[in-house]
């Protein structure tokens, strides 16, 4: 869907509250393969997209171009986010973590992967770890 000239720009700031969150679920639940130093946080206002949170790769090409090392950005959707529960919030982050590969390079994991280490398996068993935390 096309912005019409008079909506407002998404407006992106640092989210230090969810990159703290990121990091205790990271390392409360042994998520080793997480690099959680190179996974930002950002909060977007003004979004029309309908998720809660999104996860951006930093794949291999920007990688070489830029010589990066591979990265994650995690969005949080202002509007759609932010009045939910901590245990929806964690949940939600949770999904986006599981986006992320065991080899750490930059790429996402699709939801419709199938087989052994599926994203929705990965997702169920960081779900009932969290389950135990909380």
Known sequence: MLRSSKSKPVDWQKATDIKKRVDFLVTSLGLTWVNYDRVYCYRS??????AYARIWGFNKVWQ?????????VIEVLSEKFDHLPQKRRDEILLHEIAHIPKNFSGALLPHTRRGKGSFHDKLKTMLSLYAKLV
């Open 45 to 50: 206002n003004n979004s029309r997209a309908r």
């Open 64 to 72: 070489l171009a830029l010589g990066e090392d591979p990265a994650y």
